[in-house]
């Protein structure tokens, strides 16, 4: 059922009002398309209207930073020529999926392109909390030398990391844990006991048993209604008063007034974040006064490299979709039932060979 590479027309609907870090040409995202003889288009339309239309003549939409309305989704999928929608990034909260999958429109986004970025800044995050860096950074710089502020602070080495989600960033941080010396725990429903052998991590059955067991709790996952306030009150009560919440995923998996409670009240020992449950966070916000808690401005994902892969990625999807493929990062698998079946989603070398390219 695969479509002749070279009538194909993908749409890019670039930035629209929203910072970010964003390439000054489109040569990363339009690669792919390039590869394969199809044609890319970028949207330069102000209005809804107008994307509508421009969705009528493509094949698939890929979206950088792009509001999307899920009206637009009566226009695509089943009931249009635009079949798919990739976005950039992890994340995909912003997405209307139960729309989607109603309509039969794919939606795919960039996973898997700062899995190493992101890793990387959940154990920088994890350091710092566990030297003590704020505080003894800010007391050196102010003038004052002193080992009063040392204890209690763990060795590290033989303590336990508790992870909630194991998919490709919570697999990277368990890597590095390891490499710490730590016992890895994880909570993660999706992912058998079996299958976490190969990574030497250890299953639980409950996100409860990882506050309770854990000097370090990190959740790598993604912000849907089950996992909105997971980590709350209730999660804050269970945790050792010497453990840290490391936050590299989304601010509102965290209940973040519970956990500004739970430090003013020395139930936990300290936090970092990357992420806010209100972004931009609020100058005033608490936490930011806090000498227990590092804080980075949700940029854990970025680097050169990842973000030029990242958009490669972008282009990449959006010709799996069009040539009648499964993207490799689908997030509506529902929408299989609502579709014609599809090819399976094969790399992006295996697709050039088979498209003759």
């Known amino acids: 059922m695969s479509t002749e590479s070279k009538n194909v027309r993908v749409l890019y609907l670039g930035p629209s009002d929203r910072p970010g870090v964003y ?37 698939v939409a890929m979206s950088q930073g792009h509001g999307i309305s899920p009206t637009l989704f009566k226009h695509m999928g089943n009931n249009g020529r635009c079949k798919g929608l990739i976005s950039f990034g992890h994340g995909y909260d912003g997405m209307d999926l139960n729309t989607a999958v109603k309509h039969g429109v794919i939606l795919a ?9 992101v890793s990387n800044q959940t154990m920088m995050h994890f350091l710092v909390c566990s030297r003590k860096f704020v505080l003894h950074d800010k007391l050196v710089k102010n003038g004052t030398w002193t080992r009063e502020y040392l204890a209690p602070m763990g060795h590290i080495a033989g303590q336990t990391f508790g992870i909630i989600g194991l998919g490709d960033i919570g697999r990277a941080v368990a890597r590095k844990a390891l490499a710490f010396g730590m016992k890895v725990i994880a909570y993660d429903p999706f992912v058998s006991s079996w299958d976490s052998k190969e990574y030497n991590v250890e299953m639980v059955g409950t996100p409860q048993e990882i506050a309770e067991r854990s000097d370090y709790v990190s959740p790598h996952t ?26 590299c995923s989304r601010g509102p998996v965290v209940d973040e007034q519970a956990l500004i409670n739970a430090l003013k009240e ?25 000498d227990n808690v590092s804080v980075t401005s949700h940029y854990a994902s970025y680097s050169e490299v990842a973000w030029n892969r990242a958009n490669t990625q972008l282009g990449e999807e959006a010709m799996r979709v069009a040539l009648g493929y499964w993207p490799m990062s689908l997030i509506n698998p529902d929408v299989r039932s609502t579709i014609e079946p599809r090819q399976w989603a094969v790399s992006w070398e295996v697709m050039l060979a088979e498209q003759g390219k």
Do not use: C, W
Request: glycine share 6%; aromatic share 10%.
């Open 23 to 59: 390439t000054k040409d489109l040569d990363q995202q339009s690669k792919a398309v390039r590869e394969m003889g199809a044609e890319f288009v970028v949207y330069d339309g102000n209005s809804e209207g107008e994307l509508i239309e421009a969705l009528k003549d493509a094949d």
């Open 109 to 117: 986004n960039t996973a898997s392109f700062g899995t190493e970025e």
């Open 222 to 247: 993604y912000l849907t209604p089950e996992t909105h306030h997971m980590v709350n009150a209730e999660f804050f009560d269970l945790m050792k008063t010497t453990a840290y919440l490391i936050n």
């Open 266 to 290: 020395k139930k936990i020992a300290g936090a970092g974040l990357d992420v806010f449950e209100y972004e931009p966070v609020d100058p005033n916000n608490p936490l930011l006064k806090m």
